[in-house]
């Protein structure tokens, strides 16, 4: 079946870095990638919205600047939270579309916990 | 505005019978989605609805109602590994998915 991996699983940081979190396609070429944020016990908050080669779109609310989002091959996806300060922790999931799959497939990566210090 | 219901959380006995609904109001449809997630990790797909009708996958079972604006998922035979969050998800007239809050399904022994 179709891999998404992410990297790292878990950081930690101090309040001012910036952190750089990777989304790959392990076995399959993405058109789309999806970058979501999950808080305690709450659902899945989607981000924004990448295609390979363009600009990402992001959602209402979401601070561009703030969460920098490339998405420079079919395969790879990377969300840079700058200049992070505590309430940026999270849970942070990415996922993505296949290129020969039909528009319903989405498949996860396990997830990046964020706790910025 | 758009928006995704489902309960909070459920309890149920192993070995038993559960049904966890979710009802929706969005701009257009274009299908309906059943996540499990377990705590700290990310979804996983456990069943798509876009017709009315039951779709059934060994223990796990999704209904859709669309005139209704209703899905339920029912799950058999309960297994201790089937507490999770359960997340209902609806594909918008653009193709976005718009989550629920999820419900956290506990087992007991």
């Known amino acids: 079946g179709a891999v998404v991996s992410q990297h790292p699983s878990r950081v930690i940081c101090k309040s001012g870095t910036s952190v750089k979190i990777e989304c790959r396609s392990l076995d399959f070429q993405a058109t789309t990638m999806f970058w979501y944020r999950q808080f305690p016990k709450q659902s899945l908050m989607l981000m924004a919205t990448?295609?390979?080669?363009?600009?990402?779109?992001?959602e209402q609310g979401v601070e561009k600047d703030k969460f920098l989002i490339n998405h420079a091959s079919l395969t790879l996806s990377t969300l840079t939270v700058t200049s992070a300060h505590p309430e940026d922790s999270s849970f942070y999931i990415c996922?993505?579309?296949?290129?020969?799959?039909?528009?319903?497939?989405?498949?996860f990566g396990p997830g990046t916990r964020l706790t910025v210090l | 505005g758009q928006n995704i219901d489902q309960p909070t959380e459920m309890t149920a006995t192993e070995g038993a019978i559960v049904q966890i609904n979710c009802t929706y109001q969005t701009s257009g449809f274009n299908g309906l989605f059943w996540y499990q997630q377990h705590a700290g990790e990310a979804p996983t797909f456990l069943s798509y609805?876009?017709l009315d009708g039951l779709e059934e996958k060994g223990r796990f079972s999704s209904f859709l109602s669309r005139s209704k604006g209703y899905s339920y998922l029912l799950l058999k035979e309960l297994q201790m590994k089937d507490s999770a969050s359960y997340l209902c998800a609806v594909k918008d007239s653009n193709y976005q998915l718009i989550w629920g809050a999820g419900t956290k399904l506990i087992i007991k022994p």
């Open positions: 990448s295609n390979e080669g363009s600009k990402a779109t992001y």
């Open positions: 609805n876009v």
């Open positions: 996922s993505a579309t296949p290129l020969a799959g039909g528009p319903n497939e989405q498949f």
